[in-house]
């Protein structure tokens, strides 16, 4: 386990992510298009999920809440996301997770935003700390997590149904 701050959370898990072989699962409470760096260029996030799905890589993405506008205008620029990215909403997420090929893992604070896990400028970035690890127990405890809320284990006897737009069960 290696705690990881600030700018080398994107460093970090943007590489993680861009060398997925089998799959990602990424969990966050907020969502907007955030902007990494691929190639010399600046580009939408999306772009490498849409990059990774061409390769076969499947992507699981839970968040709290339907993402703003601009996030939508990116995210219909890739209609492969549309298709073959698997995605719930479940509005008492609020963990930050990454998973990366059940070979590494991302537990913190940084949300899937330029501010949190993007590359927005150190002098308007939040400031984030989180863990990353290769630990295959460490990683099996923080996928059980992340599948219980997926396959919606809570759903039934969640409190705050009436804010889920789309319960999972």
């Known amino acids: 386990?290696?705690?990881?701050?600030?700018?080398?959370?994107?460093q970090e898990l943007i590489t993680a992510i861009?060398?997925?072989?089998?799959?990602i699962w990424i969990g966050t409470a907020d969502i907007k298009d955030m902007q990494v760096r691929q190639q010399?260029?600046?580009?939408?996030?999306?772009?490498l999920l849409n990059d990774l799905l061409k390769k076969n890589v499947s992507i699981r993405l839970l968040h709290a809440?339907?993402?703003g506008e601009n996030f939508?205008?990116?995210?219909?620029?890739?209609?492969?996301?549309w298709d073959q990215m698997e995605r719930q909403l479940c509005?008492?997420?609020?963990?930050?997770?990454v998973v990366v090929d059940a070979v590494?893992?991302?537990?913190g604070s940084a949300n899937l935003t330029g501010a949190g896990m993007g590359i927005k400028s150190i002098n308007k970035r939040n400031f984030e700390s989180g863990m990353i690890t290769k630990d295959p127990e460490q990683i099996a405890n923080i996928m059980d997590q992340f599948d219980t809320v997926w396959i919606g284990s809570f759903c039934k006897a969640c409190g705050r149904r009436e804010?889920?737009?789309?319960p999972i069960i």
Do not use: Q
């Open 72 to 81: 939508r205008k990116s995210f219909d620029k890739y209609p492969r996301l």
């Open 91 to 97: 509005p008492r997420v609020h963990f930050k997770i």
């Open 40 to 47: 010399g260029r600046v580009v939408s996030f999306l772009s």
């Open 1 to 10: 386990m290696r705690i990881i701050a600030n700018e080398t959370i994107n």
């Open 65 to 67: 809440k339907e993402p």
């Open 18 to 23: 861009r060398h997925a072989h089998k799959f």
């Open 104 to 107: 590494f893992a991302y537990t």
């Open 163 to 166: 804010y889920c737009g789309d």
